[in-house]
Nanobody, 122 residues
Framework: QVQLEESGGGLVQAGDSLRLSCAASGRTFSRDAMGWFRQAPGKEREFVAAIRWSDGTTYNADSMKGRFTFFRDNVKNTVYLQIDSLKPEDTAVYYC???????????????WGQGTQVTVSS
């Protein structure tokens, strides 16, 4: 059974940094598409960043460039999202997703985590 477990969220102040983790179990995802999404209160879920299954390159949503860094550790079967210079508008539940076609669409992935809350105070 595949499981994804996000961690690393919390209450932080504007300007701080956080590193979110998503640990996968049940199978190895070293060659799968992986992505991070977030959902802020009262808003739709949005794409943050992803890694292509074909060549392992990462890419971010246009609005997420510069402060969001996606990287993974295949040995630990874990992916990370580093968020720098956090802003109050980054407050959201952050989710990881793996497998499937990947990309920027939530439904294109095969497995999803339960999310980790990030709250940024001003």
């Amino acid at each position: 059974q595949v499981q994804l477990e996000e961690s690393g969220g919390g209450l932080v102040q504007a300007g701080d940094s956080l590193r979110l983790s998503c640990a996968a179990s049940g199978r190895t995802f070293s060659r799968d598409a992986m992505g991070w999404f977030r959902q802020a209160p009262g808003k739709e879920r949005e794409f943050v960043a992803a890694i292509r299954w074909s060549d392992g390159t990462t890419y971010n949503a246009d609005s997420m460039k510069g402060r969001f860094t996606f990287f993974r550790d295949n040995v630990k079967n874990t992916v990370y999202l580093q968020i720098d210079s956090l802003k109050p508008e980054d407050t959201a539940v952050y989710y990881c997703a793996v497998g499937g076609r990947g990309g920027t669409t939530w439904g294109a992935y095969s497995y999803w985590g339960q999310g980790t809350q990030v709250t940024v105070s001003s």
